[in-house]
Structure formats: structure tokens, C-alpha cells
């Protein structure tokens, strides 16, 4: 279940006027199947109905010690509800009238399912309860806090925005380079020579970007086009078979956008990379190079470089403010001791003529 | 991903002010494959206009093969076509009849 959505994450500029969209509902048996085989969360069922028309709308989870004692305003029934160590010993502790009482408060509303955490067990009578609502109970070892994580994790993804992106993901050197431009430009070219240079293909054309946090967007190919590649005059390409498993994967995270364009003489290049350029996908800045396209121009090259600058940066170290201060350094040092001329970087060459 | 139930909503309201946005269908019976994908590429590409096809909230470029067989769009499925640029109104109406003809097939 599909909703496109039109006002959550805007983005900007090449990847403007593309509707992002997310998931409104997943069914409960989805998710559990997801939870054992994905992420290997051992969790059983202890009912048999159909789990596969309840669905789980949100990401949130819900412990629902209050509304078991009777306070239901409030309620959030529609998340998954987790029952824990304290739920289950309240329940123990009332007598069997007033159990049953407490559950229903509950189980009156059409929760998606209960899970039991920690290896808790649910009494043969209360679960015939649920059973008879026709809402699934299921059980998993591991503790209630643990267990919300992992879901909750889950759950997150699944419903985190997502938009496609007309361009191109390719890992360098570790670093995640999403290339986009107008059709034509050379996309897919540039992605095939860095293939062979030993980088990694993520996908051409498409590439579906999601927001995994508030910083952080993971791209991904489609499960249909895989690394199949269009190059102009040649067709279609699986770069998988052609270059082994070594020159793909399956996702990454987006680091720097990309911009080829054709050269145009009235457009403002960063000269310095003091400016710190960024582009918005789904209201996640990235860092943004605007790479102009000129004869002789090895963009894979540059390419390469960007990574690696990246990798500087993200290290720690920034060519250009280095640059700066060594600048401004030597205009204050002439400033106080009158010195003139520019001065050769190696002062006397010894007798070492080579 | 599962079944589609909501009515896409593509944002149409966030698009920009001269854009033109076209509803197609798919008509002919095999669905848009590689040879009408072909097609709508190569006739896509003759025109200036940014071109987005539109299906269950994913947006490709009409000019590239890859995006348009992404979409794998079955017979009697409608797509959403947005055109932006110099020679919109002409692409719209080269584009609306390719669909409209079936990509001449039946």
C-alpha cells in the first residue's frame, strides 16, 4: 500500500517537481515475516487468524499498561501494542474477573496485534479473547526494550519518505556520488568508466532515494532494473555480469550530488569550495558540485577527486580553508616585516641538480 | 511494496506554472515492453521539454529506456505525463496520440 504524497520533503533544482511517496500500511503477517527472516528476531505465533488484512499504519508502538487499568482516552490502539514484564505481572496479579475486564479494555479496539516480549506467556483465556476479535498474538524472547528497538527500526524504514531521482549512484572510494543532469549528458558513461575503474555501480537512471533519518538518504536501485545500464549506441548493459559482483551494490548512503551540465560562461562555478553548495532531496541537505562539461575534461577523473576530497573534509581536513590560512598568514607576515617579491617554495637547491 | 489502494495524488499543485500535465493509458495488450518503450523514448527525446511519466507515486524520465521499463506498465494502466520547457504544447500532442494509437499495436 502506496501513498504518494505531494507536501512531506521538498526538493530542489534537477530533482524538483517529483512527487515523493511512502507506504501507508503494511499487513501484520508482512512484518512478522520481515522480523524473523530480515532481522532474525525469533517471534512465534500464538493464535491462528489472518494476519495478512491487519494492518500496522504507523511507526510508533504503543506499551498499553494504562489502558489495561481502565484508562483508555488516548488510547493509541492503532500502533502495534507491546506487552513487557510489567503488562503481563499486572495482569497475573488481578484476579480472573477483573482480567478479563482489564484485557478487553484493550482488545475492545481493533489493535493490529499484541506481541508478547521476554518469552511472556498470555493466559489460554485471554487469548482466546483475542482470538475470538480476530486479533493476532505473537511471542518473541527477546526483552521489551530490545524488541521495540529492533521494530521499531523496521518499521521506521518502512515508512520513511521516498522519491525517485533521475541520475545515477555510484560508491568511490567508499563515498556515495549521486550524478544527475539532463538525458544525455553522459550519466551513464561516466558511471561505466568508473566501473572499470574498479568503483561500484548502486543504479542508473533510476534511483530511489530514501530518508533513512533526519540526515541521512539511502539510495537504491528497483528490483526490476537491478544493474542493467543504457548506453547510447550500444543498448542495454547488466554491468552485474559483465563485471562481476565486485563492481556493484545494492545501496548506499548519498554523500555528494553530482550536477554534470553543459559549460555555460554565465554561470557562477565555485572557483575556491569555500561556498559549501548544497542540494535539498526530501529536506536532506547534501553537498552539491556543479561539474561543467568541457573538451578534454576527464570527469571521471574529477569524480574520483570529489570522493576523495570528500573523504579529506569528512576527516577533518579542508584544502581550501588550509589554503586560506596559509594566505592570510603570509599577507600579515608581509605586512609587519616589509618583505616583497614571491618567494620560491624550495629556497636553495643545493647541489642536487635533478 | 503491495497492493495500491489510495488514488494517487501526484502534487500537482507544487508544479511549476506552465507546466502541462497530460493522463494517459496504456491500451495496446502487452503493456508498455521494450518496443513501445522504445518508441515513447525515441520520440520523447526529440523534444527540447523536460518529460516526467508519473505511475504510483514513482517519476522517470521519459527519455531514458531504463526509466520507462521501470515502470513495467501493464495494459489499461494510466500514467500520469508531465512536460516542461519550449515545445510542451507540441510534445503533449505528439505524445497523448502515441498512447492514444497503442504504440500501433492492438
Not at chain 1, 518473541?140 to 524488541?147: D, E, M, N
Amino acid at each position: 500500500m502506496l501513498r504518494v504524497l505531494s507536501w512531506c520533503g521538498r526538493s530542489e533544482g534537477a530533482v524538483k517537481n517529483r512527487p515523493t511517496f511512502q507506504k501507508s500500511a503494511i499487513p501484520v503477517s508482512f512484518m512478522i515475516e520481515q522480523l524473523r527472516e530480515r532481522i532474525r528476531v525469533p517471534i512465534e505465533p500464538l493464535n491462528t487468524v489472518d494476519a495478512s488484512r491487519r494492518l500496522v499504519t504507523e511507526a510508533d508502538l504503543h506499551r498499553p499498561g494504562l489502558a489495561l487499568a481502565g484508562f483508555t482516552q488516548l488510547f493509541t490502539w492503532q500502533r502495534v501494542q507491546i506487552l513487557g514484564n510489567t503488562e503481563i505481572e499486572y495482569l497475573h496479579y488481578l484476579d480472573p474477573e477483573a482480567r478479563r475486564k482489564a484485557f478487553w479494555n484493550v482488545i475492545q479496539f481493533d489493535v493490529p496485534c499484541l506481541i508478547l516480549t521476554h518469552g511472556n506467556e498470555l493466559e489460554p483465556e485471554l487469548l482466546a479473547m483475542a482470538t475470538e476479535r480476530g486479533i493476532p498474538v505473537y511471542r518473541t524472547l527477546v526483552p521489551s526494550t530490545r524488541f521495540m528497538y529492533l521494530l521499531r527500526d523496521f518499521l521506521d524504514d518502512q515508512f520513511a519518505p521516498q522519491q525517485t531521482v533521475h541520475g545515477t549512484l555510484v560508491d568511490v572510494y567508499g563515498v556515495g556520488l549521486l550524478l544527475i543532469g539532463q538525458s544525455g549528458i553522459g550519466k551513464s558513461e561516466v558511471a561505466l568508466d568508473l566501473v572499470e575503474r574498479g568503483h561500484r555501480l548502486v543504479a542508473d537512471d533510476v534511483v530511489v532515494v530514501t530518508r533513512k533519518s533526519e540526515t541521512v538518504l539511502i539510495g537504491s536501485g528497483t528490483e526490476l532494473v537491478q544493474h542493467f545500464m543504457e548506453i547510447r549506441g550500444l543498448g542495454i548493459l547488466d554491468i552485474r555480469s559483465m563485471f562481476g559482483i565486485r563492481a556493484i551494490r545494492f545501496q548506499k548512503r548519498i554523500e555528494v550530488v553530482v550536477e554534470l551540465e553543459l559549460f555555460d560562461p554565465n554561470a557562477d562555478y565555485t572557483r575556491t569550495g569555500l561556498d559549501g553548495n548544497t542540494i535539498s532531496i526530501l529536506d536532506v541537505p547534501i553537498p552539491h558540485v556543479k561539474l561543467p562539461i568541457v573538451p578534454g575534461k576527464n570527469v571521471t577523473v574529477i569524480c574520483e577527486v570529489i570522493a576523495l576530497n570528500y573523504l579529506l573534509e569528512h576527516y577533518g581536513y579542508k584544502p581550501a580553508e588550509e589554503f586560506r590560512r596559509r594566505l592570510e598568514k603570509r599577507i600579515a607576515e608581509r605586512a609587519r616585516e616589509g618583505r616583497e617579491g614571491i618567494e620560491r617554495s624550495v629556497e636553495y637547491f643545493e647541489h642536487d641538480f635533478e | 511494496m503491495h497492493g495500491l489502494e489510495d488514488e494517487p495524488y501526484y502534487g500537482i499543485g507544487q508544479s511549476g506554472p506552465k507546466m502541462k500535465i497530460l493522463e494517459v493509458e496504456v491500451k495496446n495488450r502487452a503493456g508498455l515492453h521494450t518496443r513501445p518503450a522504445a518508441l515513447l523514448v525515441k520520440t520523447a527525446s526529440k523534444f527540447k521539454s523536460d518529460i516526467t511519466l508519473l505511475k504510483d507515486g514513482f517519476a522517470v524520465n521519459a527519455k531514458s529506456i531504463i526509466g520507462v521499463m521501470t515502470l513495467a506498465a501493464e495494459p489499461g494502466c494510466r500514467l500520469t505525463l508531465q512536460i516542461e520547457g519550449p515545445d510542451e504544447e507540441e510534445a503533449a500532442q505528439t505524445l497523448g496520440a502515441l498512447f492514444a494509437s497503442g504504440f500501433g499495436e492492438e
